[in-house]
């Protein structure tokens, strides 16, 4: 998707403690430049934390962060060429929104006229423009976070440190911001770092995601590869929706022999099959629209299987239904596109389900 | 909820019973007779004149002065250290610290003179307008810590963050941000101290050697009924004074509310 760019940050077995508590265990990752990339996680699992060493304003315990090449051991966060969107923006509400945006170019030896061109063309790069002499406190949310990219933007930095910047916004604010965020990121060149807990934040935005449990990175890939074959069932969770039915491995050579709760004998290509650390057991797992309820003289393009369905969640453009393959135990969850003319289906009723072999998963 | 007679008269009650005494001063000082009592015998300013010509009266004026304005600068700058100290870091034996740095604030202001007079002369110390502002100090800094620490708690530290990320220095951030937003905290502490030191009596009775105060100066007055109306006069200048001090200090908190965009939680009196 993206040809291979020069490495803008680099963490080589980061590890963080907090007294006892270790924060984070052994990150080793490249961040490349110009990319829009993710740290994506549930609270608690270190993606902060790991942001604020790149910034500055945690020291690590072991290891080593290098921006653009440099060590970044004892560079306080002023020295650093990175800048930082505050989850809670950190608008300074004594001073104006054009002394908030021009704050960073105090150190900055142009005459205060270009200065003022500088503040006013950041201004109008986030959609402020004319509102340079607002008082800062005087703003909504969403003009805020705008104020806190100008700011953050208006020095150049390297890299644009994003610390659940959409997290206070409304479900329509967010959507939108999303948007801008990533025209900006275009259009400035900027490697973009966003911590976020949305996956649906994250697939939307980056170019790629590291997945974080626990203080370590569980996967690090582009959105399209995370989604398709995430590498353990904690990611699959994590990310999106996924149906999981017991199976058990009948033999392996270049392909996998499975027999699998619903689906029966199933044969399997190397790359669908993930991870070695699975506590639940060996499983198959399917993305809920990789499944197909068949209406009355749909042909499957692949496979089909009997099924009763015991729950419907109608959504407008979607129905979800929470079908029970024969054989099986648990419901497996399905999306299907609301086609014009055709019924939503009622609880009990008996259908065929349509799948490939090549949508799902291994788990082991 | 419906209101209750009772407690309407109680609170009446007790207002008058708070504002009344205060409310005669202006009556007496401009009454024209020596004695304090009704009924009133006329309308005079010459007790203005006597306490404006009374030069004893002017030296413990700018003792007070002296005393009250050190005594707020002092306690203000350890306030903003101690303030600071509590909000923003953790060491070991933090509350303990706290706790000994407030303790002035239960202590009864007796003992603690006791204690520093005996320290005092025993070091040598001769007892001045200077050892006052010592025992002062002691007693406004933690009024001073309590409020400073309210200042610096609401806060957000990301705002230092944010000022350290755009290039500025500890040093440069602590006045950039950190000063400008807690201000309307400081100018309180500093009227809050200035005020407590200006009306202090015991410590600065035991500690004035032969240095008066106003305080301890008025208290001597007394003793001298024809000087009593005249000291009404003084009563009546400091009253307005208060009441124009509080006005100013309300002032810079309201304006310090509107400039922050803050929501208004009450005043620090």
């Known amino acids: ?364 | 909820m419906k209101k209750s007679p009772a407690l309407k008269t109680y609170a009446i009650a007790y207002l008058i019973f708070l504002y009344a005494p205060i409310a005669l001063l202006p009556i007496f000082a401009f009454n024209d007779s020596r004695v304090i009592a009704f009924p009133l015998s006329g309308f005079t300013t010459s007790w203005f004149v006597e306490m404006w010509n009374d030069q004893q009266l002017w030296i413990a004026f700018k003792n007070s002065l002296t005393i009250a304005v050190s005594s707020a600068l002092f306690s203000t700058l350890l306030g903003i250290f101690g303030a600071r100290a509590t909000t923003r870091y953790k060491f070991p034996g933090k509350g303990g610290i706290l706790g000994l740095i407030m303790l002035p604030l239960v202590l009864p202001e007796m003992i603690m003179s006791m204690a520093l007079l005996v320290i005092l002369i025993g070091m040598g110390v001769k007892l001045s307008i200077f050892t006052i502002i010592i025992g002062h100090v002691l007693i406004c800094t933690p009024y001073a810590v309590a409020i400073l620490s309210s200042a610096f708690q609401s806060l957000d530290r990301s705002l230092e963050e944010a000022a350290y990320d755009l290039g500025e220095t500890p040093a440069s951030t602590f006045r950039l941000i950190i000063l400008p937003l807690v201000m309307p905290g400081i100018i309180s502490s500093l009227l809050i101290a200035f005020t407590i030191s200006l009306d202090e009596f015991i410590v600065a009775y035991f500690l004035g050697g032969n240095q008066t105060v106003l305080s301890v100066y008025i208290f001597g007055q007394f003793r001298f009924p024809q000087r009593v109306p005249s000291i009404m006069a003084l009563g009546f200048v400091l009253v307005c004074l208060s009441i124009l001090l509080l006005t100013i200090a309300e002032y810079f908190r309201r304006r310090g509310i509107a400039k922050t965009g803050a929501k208004d939680t009450g005043g620090f009196l």
């Open chain 1, 1 to 364: 998707m993206t040809t291979e760019k020069p490495t803008m940050i680099e963490f080589r077995d980061v590890q963080k403690y907090y007294g006892d508590y270790h924060a984070l265990r052994g990150i080793t990752a490249t961040i490349r430049a110009g990319e829009f990339f993710s740290l994506l996680g549930p609270s608690g699992c270190g993606k902060t934390t790991l942001l604020r060493t790149i910034a500055g304003f945690e020291d690590i315990s072991s290891g080593a962060v290098l921006i653009d090449g440099k060590h970044m051991d004892g560079v306080p966060a002023n020295k650093r060429p990175t800048n930082m969107v505050f989850q809670s923006y950190a608008i300074f509400p004594h001073l104006t929104v054009a002394e908030n945006v021009g704050f960073g170019l105090r150190r900055d030896p142009r005459p205060a006229s270009e200065k003022a061109k500088a503040v006013a063309e950041a201004l109008e790069m986030v959609g402020l423009k004319g509102y340079g002499a607002r008082a800062a406190h005087a703003l909504s949310g969403g003009q805020r976070q705008r104020v806190a990219l100008a700011r953050a933007l208006i020095l150049k930095p390297k890299v644009l440190l994003l610390d659940e910047p959409l997290s206070a916004l409304d479900k329509k604010m967010r959507e939108q911001m999303q948007m801008e965020l990533i025209k900006l990121q275009r259009q400035v060149g900027i490697t973009f770092i966003l911590v976020t807990h949305d996956q649906e934040e994250a697939l939307v935005m980056s170019d790629r995601i590291a997945v974080m449990f626990e203080g370590q990175i569980a996967q690090l890939a582009d959105p399209e590869t995370l989604y398709r074959r995430p590498n353990s069932r904690q990611v699959a969770d994590f990310i999106g929706t996924m149906n999981f039915l017991p199976a058990k491995i009948l033999s392996e050579n270049g392909v996998v022999e499975v027999e699998a709760q619903g689906f029966g004998r199933l044969t399997l290509a190397a790359d669908q099959v993930m991870g070695s650390k699975t506590t639940e057991g060996t499983s198959i797992g399917f993305r809920p629209e990789t499944a197909t309820i068949l209406f009355d003289g749909q042909v499957a393009t692949d496979r089909e299987t009997l099924a009763t369905i015991e729950e419907v969640v109608y959504y407008g453009d979607m129905t979800y239904y929470d079908v029970r393959l024969d054989g099986t135990e648990k419901p497996m969850r399905l999306s299907m596109r609301n086609v014009f003319g055709r019924p939503v289906l009622d609880i009990g009723t008996r259908t065929r389900v349509g799948w490939s072999p090549g949508a799902l998963v291994l788990f082991r």
